[in-house]
Structures are given as C-alpha cells and as structure tokens.
T-cell receptor, first 112, second 114 residues
Framework: KNQVEQSPQSLIILEGKNCTLQ??????????LRWYKQDTGRGPVSLTI???SENTKSNGRYTATLDADTKQSSLHITASQLSDSASYIC???????????WGAGTKLIIKP | AAGVIQSPRHLIKEKRETATLKCYPI?????VYWYQQGPGQDPQFLIS???????DKGSIPDRFSAQQFSDYHSELNMSSLELGDSALYFC?????????????FGPGTRLTVT
C-alpha cells in the first residue's frame, strides 16, 4: 500500500532552535518528494521538491534530505522563527504529476 | 510574482444548492488541479486539466464537474450540495510543458454547506 508516514505528529520548540522532521514512504513507483508548509486554512506552500537522484536541497533556512534507498526524507529547519509555526507536510508523487500521496503532516509550534 | 487566484474565498450555501468555484492559474501555466481538503484531512485530488483538456480524474463526485477555459482559468461546478461537501477547495497550477513537477497552490475557497 502506498503510504507516507511522518513523525513526530507535533513538535514544540523555542524560537531560535533547530528541528528536524521525518518522513518515511512506501510509494512505488517513485517520481519525486515534496515538502509543503501549510498554515491553518491556507493553501500548501512548496518548500522543496526532490527527484530520485537528489540527496539534499535547501531553501533558505529549510534543508531537505532524501535517501531513496531507505525511502526516508527529513526536513531540517534552522534558527526557527515564530512564523515557522505551521503544519509541514511530506508528499510523494508517483509516476505522474497527478497522483500525490500526502503524509498527515507534523504540526510545528514555535514558542517565544 | 503573480500567484494562483481563487474566488470566492468564502462561500456559504444550503443543501441541494449549487456552487461554482473559480481558479485563475499563474500566467502561462498550462495545468490546473483541484483539491478538496476536509477539516483535519489531507487534500484529496479531484480533477486536473492540461491545455483545456481533462488530464486526470481523482475522487470527484458525479455531482461535481469542472472545465478549463481558453484563457486557462478553471471552474469547479458543484450541484446538489451536501453537508459533507463543506471543505476547503484548493486549486493549483503548474507548467507541464516545461516538465516541471511544481504545483503552486491558491489560497483556497472555504465552502460551508448548511
């Protein structure tokens, strides 16, 4: 069964600290993996997108890694800010751009 | 930079009424996707269009229909609305001809069916 599992389910950290979110997937065939940031009631905003051959990709304070052998990805956030409070969703695309398998997301709360 | 525009942002309808949601993709994007996101749920893919033709179909109910027009904007028509249709409806666009996987989401339309 094609699945995307994320951990932790929720995370609370202090402003300025770093954190790492995990994503494990069992999706085949694999096309690409995306990380989205979604504020409550808003549309998902793309952070990174990685294909099979990419191991790491950065977008400002966000760095995503991908291990296609172990089917694991992580999203590392450095020097967290209050505006980073949101849900972070890992999404895996199969062999087309249409069928996306969504993880349940990690709810991140940044406290001052 | 221009983003995906959706209208209306909020919509309240009664059961059995109809609703039309509109999506204006990023200029020059050729592909539009519609998603439905219930409270606390993942976005569910409904339908997509590439160059004004339906390209893929997901879990879209038969009561819903959609189309993409010559100016690439898309409309999602929902009839015989049910309470369970209350959700956030997102539209996303991408530039398929460039081989891009990236989907850019709009702000969503919050539909409430009473």
């Amino acid at each position: 069964k094609n699945q995307v599992e994320q951990s932790p389910q929720s995370l609370i950290i202090l402003e300025g600290k770093n954190c790492t979110l995990q994503c494990n997937y069992t999706v085949s065939p694999f096309s690409n993996l995306r990380w989205y940031k979604q504020d409550t009631g808003r549309g998902p905003v793309s952070l990174t997108i990685m294909t099979f051959s990419e191991n790491t990709k950065s977008n400002g304070r966000y760095t995503a890694t991908l291990d296609a052998d172990t089917k694991q990805s992580s999203l590392h956030i450095t020097a967290s800010q209050l505006s980073d409070s949101a849900s972070y969703i890992c999404v895996v695309s199969m062999d087309s751009n249409y069928q996306l398998i969504w993880g349940a997301g990690t709810k991140l709360i940044i406290k001052p | 930079a221009a983003g995906v525009i959706q209208s209306p942002r909020h919509l309240i309808k009664e059961k059995r009424e109809t609703a039309t949601l509109k999506c204006y993709p990023i200029p020059r994007h050729d592909t539009v996707y519609w998603y439905q996101q219930g409270p606390g749920q993942d976005p569910q893919f409904l339908i997509s269009f590439y160059e004004k033709m339906q390209s893929d179909k997901g879990s879209i109910p038969d009561r819903f229909s959609a189309q993409q027009f010559s100016d690439y904007h898309s409309e999602l028509n929902m009839s015989s609305l049910e309470l369970g249709d209350s959700a956030l409806y997102f539209c996303a666009s991408s530039l398929m001809v460039a081989g891009s996987y990236e989907q850019y989401f709009g702000p969503g339309t919050r539909l409430t069916v009473t």
